[in-house]
């Protein structure tokens, strides 16, 4: 099985709402940045889809996190971010999140808050390096992916 296979089979398991929202909100952030390296971890609260420039989770610009009932998308650098529509959420030092839906995910603010995520990190996405999906993790025990 390809690592494309395995993150389709992986989505697959959510509510067809919450797959749908899910690769909508992939294709979005993928094109937003390209090059970049997709590392993938299906743990045992979420499924998590993070872009980098490499294999290094920590250099990672922003991912998308599947949950029962939502998909988020988290931002490195987030409390230093222009937000001027307060679309973050959040009170880590270094992360915040918006919990996307149908209307938001293609939303120009939340297209802005990538762009300004990726110009904010030391190690930039090469936008011409080879794009490359990697299965970084698969929990042994998760809770149910529908609620």
């Known amino acids: 099985m390809t690592p494309q296979d395995q993150l389709d089979t992986f989505i697959d ?3 067809p709402e919450v797959a749908a929202l899910a690769r909508r ?3 979005v952030v993928a094109a937003r940045l390209p090059g970049a390296t997709r590392l993938v971890y299906d743990n045992y609260n979420a499924l998590a889809i993070a872009f980098a ?3 290094h989770a920590r250099a990672a610009v922003c991912s998308v996190a599947l949950y029962p009932r939502r998909v988020s998308l988290f931002l490195a650098n987030g409390p230093t971010l222009p937000d001027p529509r307060g679309l973050l959420e959040g009170s ?3 992360m915040r999140h918006v919990k996307l839906d149908s209307a938001l995910v293609d939303d120009p603010a ?3 808050l990538i762009d300004a995520a990726a110009a904010s990190v030391a190690r930039p996405i090469d936008p011409a390096g ?3 999906l990697v299965i970084r993790a698969i929990a042994a025990k998760q809770r149910p992916r529908r609620l």
């Open 13 to 15: 398991r959510f509510t």
């Open 130 to 132: 080879t794009t490359r």
């Open 25 to 27: 909100a992939l294709a």
């Open 53 to 55: 420039p490499d294999e």
């Open 110 to 112: 939340v297209a802005a």
């Open 92 to 94: 880590g030092a270094t």
